[in-house]
């Protein structure tokens, strides 16, 4: 009857999200229509006259009105407390009731044997493929037996209904270190090393972390990029030109947090990280030095050796590579470049444990805020951007991290061993000699 309309009540946030649905080229169409009949409704119009314009008959309109104002309060709540689902719950709110339909004619017997299918792997089947997809999984089926009859969008919806995703795919390592004894001696000695670093730097020792970062491609965009607009994005160009690689050996003070005597070579190879050390130590030839490196087999080549027990006034016999002595062997050679007892010492990471190495996440601040986005004319002009964002990162950046990993097994909550003790502030290919960065 004529004044029995339900009444409606709406919040600023709710409108704001009723006008968004009702605008929307992208929400299924019944969305944007009852979104529009309460938005009318709030607006003082009668059934009647939203249902004109809406294009829908009057009871509709008396249903869509009574369901928000049955769901208004619960809405209202959901506001105050996690505003975040609102959107969330105004879509469930203009669901339709399910409704009763035929009886289902897949059991759940053969919805068990489509997912069990979707979790093998398509070679078993005889299909050359890396993964299924929807389209051949229900190929799959019907070919099987499984069921007699059955749509692809079908088949998807239950893989959606059990959270099962085929197409995705993640990367992960599986560690070769065995040892799980050994792992956790290895990272121990890496958290000490970090841990006794202030109080080792009072005693005039520096503690470093050092890696290398590869392959860094020198890579110019075709055109120019466009610059960003209201309502536009950034756009830069997908096609570029090679103009070579080059590499970044980088050395962290652990104490600071600041890059210093970087070095930039076209090359990572035995004498380049020999040269880069001794420049290293240049800085304070007479301090004691602590350099916590990965395994590459470089860190403890022969010759690196044969300097550090030159530079340390080592005259025990050193052998011979590959028969005897302390040169024998990789082990042998860790061995002496390990011991405590040198004041050049060097402590190694457990293989396939880069997050121990705390210069990986500076690492990881150049590559998001220089090469991702980086337009490169030369190898000169990368190498030039890298000496720059250096200085630029201990100038604004820079700072120590505060670890608190002691090689003990992490909790599952936690996720990584470290935490600024500060914010950040908003903030010719291949034939270049070496460039030492400050």
Excluded at 2 to 10: M, Q
């Amino acid at each position: 009857m004529p004044g029995n309309a339900a009444k409606v009540l709406v919040t600023q946030r709710q409108a704001d999200l009723l006008t968004e649905f009702s605008r929307s080229k992208s929400v299924p169409q019944s969305l944007a229509q009852r979104a529009c009949i309460v938005m009318l409704s709030f607006e003082g119009l009668s059934n009647e006259e939203i249902a004109q314009r809406v294009g829908v008959n009057r009871l509709q309109v008396g249903l869509w009105r009574r369901r928000w104002r049955d769901n208004w309060d619960a809405l209202s709540l959901l506001e105050c407390r996690e505003p975040s689902k609102l959107r969330e719950a105004i879509r469930e709110v203009f669901r339709d009731s399910p409704r009763r339909g035929c009886p289902p004619r897949i059991t759940a017997d053969q919805v068990n044997q489509i997912q069990a299918v979707a979790c093998e792997k398509p070679r078993s089947s005889g299909r050359p493929i890396s993964h299924w997809t929807v389209r051949e999984l229900r190929d799959e089926v019907l070919q099987r037996g499984i069921i007699r009859e059955i749509s692809e969008s079908q088949v998807g919806r239950y893989l959606r209904q059990s959270a099962l995703k085929p197409h995705r795919h993640k990367m992960w390592i599986n560690t070769t270190e065995k040892d799980p004894v050994l792992f956790q001696q290895q990272a121990i000695q890496v958290c000490e090393t970090y841990l006794q670093a202030p109080a080792n730097s009072q005693a005039g020792a520096h503690t470093v972390s050092i890696d290398e970062m590869t392959g860094l491609q020198a890579l110019e965009r075709s055109a120019p990029d466009k610059a960003m607009a209201p309502g536009l994005i950034a756009r830069q160009e997908f096609e570029y030109i090679r103009h070579g690689t080059t590499t970044l050996i980088g050395n962290l003070d652990v104490v600071t947090g600041r890059l210093f005597k970087c070095t930039l070579s076209p090359t990572r190879t035995e004498s380049d990280f020999l040269d880069h050390i001794k420049r290293t130590i240049a800085t304070d030839s007479l301090a004691a030095w602590n350099f916590v490196l990965d395994n590459l087999n470089i860190h403890w080549s022969a010759s690196l050796v044969e300097w550090v027990a030159a530079e340390i006034g080592f005259d025990g016999d050193l052998g011979i590579k590959g028969r005897r002595g302390i040169l024998k062997s990789q082990a042998s050679r860790r061995g002496f470049l390990t011991s405590l007892d040198h004041r050049i010492r060097f402590v190694y990471t457990p293989k396939h444990s880069s997050w121990l190495n705390q210069i990986e996440i500076v690492f990881g601040i150049i590559n998001r805020k220089l090469m991702r986005r980086g337009n490169f004319k030369s190898i000169a002009d990368l190498e030039e951007q890298l000496r720059l964002f250096v200085e630029y990162y201990c100038r604004t950046m820079a700072h120590p991290f505060e670890w608190t990993y002691t090689g003990k097994v992490l909790a599952p909550a936690r996720r990584t061993p470290f935490r600024p003790l500060h914010r950040h502030p908003k903030s010719g290919n291949g034939k270049l000699g070496k460039i030492s960065l400050p």
